[in-house]
């Protein structure tokens, strides 16, 4: 058995040794100690501001749907590590990948068929962007190789998906000189119940229309913007997309590697416009949390076209790729999701939601209170003071984790009304606070 280390010193050898996302080496914040999860509830190694528990308000990053220790995850794992934990997906196949392939094509829209299995939801994306280019380049269009997506966007931190977030004030602005161009659309207007802005959906017609001769595919997040800024928009534009895309030659794919799986409201956030994309990216929760692994699907269209090419292959293949032991908590979370009353639960969490937060509208700073299937967000007319926001949310007992001018919780579907009205005061802590 490896020496138990205490606290202080995994926070000296992180402090030392561990890179943490989007911050600096070393880290200037220290670090909660988390020694165990089970529920909603992350387990400190050492209580923080008076707490030893937190509810996690976030569900990791919004992966962990069902919780933590879940048996059925547990026992899926536990099953295929028994069998094997991992073999090559080139020139071999298993049950558990061609099972989860077969379940995801069952769940999502047609004419989806086709099913790429990667190793994070940004490598998903690299994958649809290079079904795309090569769809075009074997059928003899190369020129078509530009994307076009909206403003307020965020798709991943590898290459092709960064060249497709926001330029402008997001995270990647860093690398605009140096990642390929774009095209940019204006942000789609806020509310997911506005009225749709003809003048907006018209803006989209002329774009598609002006540069389709270049235009390899439409990329966008369907409904909710996430990591760019929580925003939500009204999913007519999903269909004034779809109906441009047909009409001048472009593929459309939709990034719900967020929204997927019932997050918004719908099992997938397309079906709140009814229409379906070219290519389709999830991740995420599609794992619950316990394996990373995303999925790309696309058309037959789409396969079939990379298929008749020169090269006849989509030539991407990761280390990982199909892993065993993924594919099975993958099977057995999805299951899990379908087997429960998902929609019910999500409506029961953002009723709690609007609950809890709307008097968060009445704080000095607070731009804007919104609440859409089990995602709540309050938005703030300044920059959050992190560090200040994290210490009134953990003394409420709850984990979150603000960016940007937002305080925001997606929580695990199992959260009870009890734990999202905790939540939901320390959103408000935080936002008071932040």
Known sequence: MPEVLSPAELRALDRAHVWHPYGPMPGRQEPLVVESASGVRLRLAEPAHGQRELVDGMSSWWSAVHGYNHPVLNEAARGQLDRMSHVMFGGLTHEPAVRLATRLVEITPEPLRHVFLADSGSVSVEVAVKMCLQYWRSAGRPAKQRLLTWRGGYHGDTWQPMSVCDPEGGMHELWSGVLPRQVFAD??????????????????????????DRLAAVIVEPVVQGAGG????????????????????????????????GRTGELFAAGHAGVSPDV???????????????????????????????????????????????????????????????????????????????????????????????????????????????????????????????????????????????????????????
């Open 187 to 212: 942000a789609p207007p806020a509310g997911f119940d506005a009225e749709p802005d003809a003048a907006y959906a018209q803006h989209l017609r002329e774009l598609i229309a002006e540069h389709a």
């Open 280 to 434: 389709m990216c999830v991740g995420k929760a599609l794992t619950g949390g316990y394996l990373t692994m995303a999925a790309t699907l696309c058309t037959s269209r789409v396969a079939e076209g990379i298929s008749r090419g020169d090269v006849p292959v989509l030539a991407h293949g990761p280390t990982f790729m199909g892993n065993p032991l993924a594919s099975a908590v993958a099977c057995a979370s999805v299951d899990l999701l379908l087997g429960r009353d998902w929609r019910q639960e999500v409506e029961r969490i953002g009723t709690g939601l609007r609950d809890g937060l709307a008097p968060a509208a009445e704080l000095p700073g607070v731009r804007d209170v919104r609440v859409l299937g089990a995602i709540g967000v309050v938005q703030l007319d300044h920059e959050v003071d992190m560090a200040a926001a994290t210490r009134a949310a953990v003394r409420e007992g709850v984990w979150l984790r603000p960016f940007r001018d937002l305080v925001y919780t997606m929580p695990p579907y199992v959260t009870d009304d009890e734990d999202v009205a905790r939540i939901c005061r320390a959103v408000r802590a935080a936002a008071r606070e932040g």
């Open 230 to 261: 929580m925003r939500f928009h009204s999913p007519a534009y999903l269909r004034v997309l779809r109906e441009a895309c047909d009409a001048h030659d472009v593929l459309l794919v939709f990034d719900e590697i967020a929204t997927g799986f």
